[in-house]
């Protein structure tokens, strides 16, 4: 089991960055593929990004290549989300998720572990 927490969400206007944090406790934490998902009121979640377990590959959605950037710190237990030139349309609730096989998925049911779950409002 791992535990996952989120922080470092907030009121950011357009054009503007925040970094997301997800802090990891439980079974070893380079043993997971982390993910990003968001939630937008009334729309289903969808991907962000993953991150395998070492760092040293990312994928992410389309309508964030080139602003969002994912990394981890695995002797610190967490994983970012970098996010610059925010958009009203990143506006959402920002999970990160794990799973312990080591394919970036970008299917929210691949992922067993969530946290609870960060806002990010972006204002135009």
């Known amino acids: 089991q791992v535990q996952l927490v989120e922080s470092g969400g907030g009121l950011v206007q357009a054009g503007g960055s925040l970094r997301l944090s997800c802090a990891a406790s439980?079974?070893?934490?380079?043993?997971?593929?982390m993910g990003w998902f968001r939630q937008a009121p009334g729309k289903e979640r969808e991907f962000v990004g993953a991150?395998?377990?070492?760092?040293?590959?990312?994928a992410y959605a389309d309508s964030v290549k080139g602003r969002l950037t994912i990394s981890r710190d695995n002797a610190l237990n967490t994983v970012y989300l970098q996010m610059n030139s925010l958009k009203p349309e990143d506006t959402a609730v920002y999970f990160c998720?794990?799973?312990?096989?080591?394919?970036?998925?970008?299917?929210?049911?691949?992922?067993?572990?969530w946290g609870q779950g960060t806002q990010v409002t972006v204002s135009s």
């Open positions: 998720a794990a799973r312990l096989e080591f394919e970036l998925r970008d299917n929210p049911n691949d992922y067993p572990y």
């Open positions: 439980g079974r070893t934490f380079s043993s997971y593929v």
């Open positions: 991150i395998n377990r070492l760092g040293g590959s990312a």
